[in-house]
């Protein structure tokens, strides 16, 4: 019988999403739903005196207007341990219980009214009198202060300090050697789906349709805010019109709108603007990262220094990876690894597209690239040198790792060769042409799933999980999967996820998904099978896919079964502890730049991925080309600007913060190096939603510098920068 | 102030009392209960509202109800015929041109859009005619081809 996995089939969910019938968290309609919209501080830090709310209230169709002066006291019981999307310390904003305003754009209050309309008019008259406070606003200032993570303190909390021998002595007595800083501006996921919520209580039941990656932790946190037990509350998420890790976390507005709903007794729509997305919900924080790379003559690293400053807020830390990619994507006898935060009046950030992992990457790419100038040596040359055969940050050794292949493949493919040897030696026209490329790595996460399938009276399937689908195609690889372990056509399995009353399921993010809830599908699949054949002589099911459902079908009716079902939990084993597992990649790109105006065009970009097994090569390889746009972005446009005297955010929309358009966007190849993992998971899946990301802002400025001869060393690299102004 | 609207949604003529000051996006999800049409922005930065209005392409976030009064209103809920999807939804569907799919309601009304005016559009030409939606998933790629897929489909229909 051949598998669909592998197989590039077709989304399962393509013809409701097309159709403008996927119900993402704001189409839904309880009856008598009303609609909710946020009134925000104007100031960072300081406490509001005043909140005169009598226009809004005189507004037609206005409910209520709810703030910290009429909203009850609410439980907020802590949560023992913290949610893995949580960060460890510190403590999640609260809405409206007290005068305290700790960043500009934090909700202060909330007017309720009949039509969407009346509600942002109403907003729009709050009006809010402020004792104002002294805000650290600045980042220059701040980070003066920075501090190592306080989690790094705790047990399987993210390192501040990683050491191996003498990073510093070995940089000094180096004969090659980098020494620059790197400046990553906070980044904001701008998924096209703003966050949204729709609370409606029943009683002391609270349901949310609500935009989450993680269905069960937002039931869990909202059980805590309003201090009633998990079971009172049931979150419902079918489709995710993207996120990239902005819903991995329950954010303030999510109780604000269940708040809202218990007050007014109505079921409320509240959606945040798009201008509230850049305050309300997280983002990549601004990183300023130093490192010094010492190499000997041939260019072997003798010593890689790495020092990162990144954002946090004043009331949670929110603390990254950024040091794990220069401890162990290259060998290094010696290295010297430092995290700080500067605590800042700003939201708190969260985790973007492969977090952490591409700013760590991003700094040790660009150095990489300008050792390889001191070297005199080809920069592919250069990582090849230096290949890391086991990881030496963990000492542990690789449960798979095909790099090798993936730069053999892409340079081949890219032509590579054809690289021009000078910085600034190519011209076409008015066009520089340079090549640049870099590596990209992420770790292969996996956690505890569970599943649900059934075999219907028809032989049909249904399997069942509270897992996430925020554009990937969890849908369809999971049908996948399912499919093939009970031998059944991909059209007589409904996968179906996104509510809080399946059995539990991970976040959605980190690139798991397909590790963690695929193996539980494959487990309770396989379960079931097995207990179908308990049932009946193997010999008597057919191998032929479309008889298979036939086969169960009389099955069930011969032992009188409306149904057979099999539940099960399928748990990470011990590989994780014996092997280091990482996902790794190869970018290359070519850039051309106009010599008199200094634009910047990207007309080829090629990833080569080695990510374990690829359950649906047609939708992976889709997700890695959207992801190198991501990349291509935060080359080129992508920044968010603070007004750093008033800590307030200057280009929140869509038309001043810059995401790639279609005019942006020219030569996107991604491919796959075939590679079978054993150990990482029972599906030999690695993911490869995040690192489609990585690495490919490096391989666009290198390709800069190639082009031109300027190092730009400050993301994103602008037409201003490129002419050297 | 309300008044009664009269217009054509997806070929049904509707008339409903609306507030002077809704705007066309909240009429036609509120009102009329068609969800497909999407809100991404605060007005006129995503293109994820657009709709078709007499057979051009319209965001619906920065447009009044009562604007297209009499007007003939199609969204992307009244592309597909008798449960068939149409040759553009189709390719959208075969070639990718949705991740999250989120953009794609306003993407495939922009594209109708260019394909009622211009049957055989260049790849130029369909890019500039989706300049105004924007996409965070596919990286624009897919949808482009999408695009292309669907205008051979329906040159083989004809």
Same mark, same amino acid.
């Given at each position: 019988m051949s598998g669909s996995v592998g197989q590039p089939i077709d989304r399962v969910d393509g013809p409701a999403k097309v159709g403008g019938k996927a119900r993402y968290a704001a189409d839904f309609r309880p009856s008598g739903v009303v609609y909710g919209a946020i009134v925000t501080a *104007? &100031? *960072?830090?300081?406490? &509001?005196a005043a909140l005169d709310t009598t226009a809004a209230e005189a507004i037609p169709g206005v409910i209520s207007v709810i703030h910290h002066g009429n909203a009850p006291q609410l439980a907020y019981a802590p949560m023992d341990p913290r949610p893995i999307v949580d960060p460890k310390t510190g403590e999640a904003l609260r809405v409206f219980q007290n005068d305290q305003v700790l960043f500009a754009g934090q909700p202060i209050a909330l007017v309720v009214a009949e039509e969407p309309e009346q509600a942002i008019q109403a907003a729009a008259l709050v009006r809010a009198s402020y004792a104002v406070g002294n805000a650290a606003s600045d980042f220059s200032h701040a980070s003066l202060e920075a501090r190592p993570p306080e989690e790094s303190r705790h047990p399987g909390g993210k390192p501040g300090a990683l050491r191996r021998g003498d990073a510093d002595a070995a940089f000094a007595a180096a004969t090659r050697r980098v020494d620059a800083s790197y400046e990553q501006p906070a980044e904001f996921h701008? *998924? &096209?789906?703003?966050?949204g919520t729709i609370a409606r209580w029943d009683h002391d039941h609270l349901t949310l349709w609500d935009k989450t990656q993680w269905v069960d932790n937002d039931r869990t946190e909202m059980a805590h805010v309003f201090g009633i037990p998990d079971d009172n509350v049931r979150v419902i998420s079918p489709f995710v019109g993207g996120a990239f890790g902005s819903a991995l976390r329950s954010w303030p507005h999510v109780a604000a709108a269940a708040l809202a709903s218990l007050l007014v007794n109505r079921p409320v729509e509240l959606v945040l603007t798009r201008r509230q997305q850049f305050s309300s919900v997280g983002y990549r924080p601004r990183t300023v990262q130093r490192v010094r790379l010492g190499a000997d003559d041939n260019g072997r690293l003798t010593a890689v220094i790495h020092e990162a400053v990144a954002q946090t807020s004043a009331y949670e830390e929110y603390a990254e990876m950024v040091i794990e990619p220069p401890a162990m994507l290259y060998s290094t006898p010696t290295l010297r690894a430092d995290y700080r935060l500067a605590p800042m009046n700003v939201n708190t950030p969260c985790p973007m597209r492969a977090p952490g992992i591409v700013t760590g990457t991003l700094a040790l790419e660009l150095a990489m690239d300008e050792l390889a100038e001191a070297c005199d040596l080809d920069p592919l040359r250069l990582r090849l040198l230096n290949y890391a055969e086991r990881d030496e940050n963990k000492n542990l050794p690789w449960s798979s790792k095909s790099l090798r292949q993936c730069y053999a493949i892409g340079a081949e493919r890219f032509g590579w060769s054809r690289r021009p040897s000078a910085p600034a030696s190519r011209r076409d026209g008015h066009w520089l042409v340079g090549y640049g490329m870099a590596s990209a790595v992420y770790p292969a996460h996996r956690a505890p799933a569970t599943a649900h399938a059934e075999l219907r009276a028809d032989g049909t399937a249904s399997v069942t999980s509270a897992a996430s689908d925020m554009g990937p195609g969890t849908y369809t690889s999971m049908t996948q999967v399912a499919a093939d372990e009970l031998g059944l056509p991909i059209n007589a399995v409904q996968f179906e996820l996104g509510d809080s009353l399946m059995p539990p399921a991970p976040v959605h993010g980190g690139s798991m998904t397909m590790a963690s809830v695929g193996s539980a599908v494959q487990a309770a699949c396989r379960a079931l099978r097995a207990k179908a054949l308990d049932l009946e002589h193997p010999n008597r099911l057919p191998q032929d896919r479309g008889a298979m459902q036939q086969a169960y079908a009389r099955l069930l009716a011969r032992h009188r079964l409306d149904c057979l079902t099999a539940e099960t939990e399928a748990m990470p084993d011990d590989a994780a502890g014996r092997f280091s597992m990482y996902a790794f990649g190869a970018v290359f790109a070519e850039v051309r730049v106009d010599a008199e105006l200094g634009e910047i065009r990207v007309p080829r970009l090629l990833g080569v991925y080695a990510a374990g097994r690829i359950v649906n090569p047609k939708t992976a390889r889709s997700q890695c080309i959207g992801g190198m746009v991501g990349g291509l972005g935060m080359a080129l446009t992508e920044r968010g600007q603070w007004d750093d005297r008033f800590g307030k955010i200057m280009n929140a929309s869509l038309a001043d913060y810059l995401v790639p358009v279609n005019a942006d966007v020219q030569s996107i190849e991604a491919l796959f190096v075939p590679e079978e993992d054993p150990w990482v998971n029972p599906l030999g899946v690695k993911g490869v939603g995040e690192i489609a990301l990585v690495g490919v802002a490096p391989a666009i400025l290198n390709a800069i510098h190639n082009a031109t001869g300027r190092r730009i060393r400050s993301l994103p690299a602008t037409l201003e920068k490129v002419m050297g102004c | 102030m309300r008044s009664v609207l009269s217009l054509t949604v997806n070929g049904r003529a509707r008339e409903d009392l609306v507030a002077d000051n809704m705007l066309l996006l909240d009429y036609l999800r509120e009102v009329a209960g068609l969800t497909g049409t999407k809100q991404g922005c605060d !007005? !006129?930065?995503?293109?994820?509202?657009t709709v078709l209005v007499d057979d051009q392409p319209r965001l619906a976030c920065s447009t009044l109800a009562h604007q297209v009064a009499g007007k003939r209103i199609e969204t992307?809920? !009244?592309?597909?015929t008798r449960g068939r999807l149409s040759a553009l939804q189709q390719a959208f569907h075969e070639k990718l041109g949705t991740q999250c799919g989120f953009c794609t309601p306003g993407m495939i009304m922009a594209a109708e859009a260019l394909l009622r005016r211009n049957p055989d559009p260049s790849r130029d030409e369909i890019k500039a005619a989706l300049s105004g939606n924007l996409c965070r998933c596919t990286g624009y790629v897919k949808i482009v081809e999408s695009v292309e897929t669907a205008v051979r489909a329906r040159e083989a229909a004809e």
């Open positions: *104007a &100031i *960072a830090k300081g406490r &509001i701008c *998924a &096209i789906e703003l966050h | !007005g !006129g930065e995503c293109g994820a509202c992307i809920e !009244g592309l597909a």
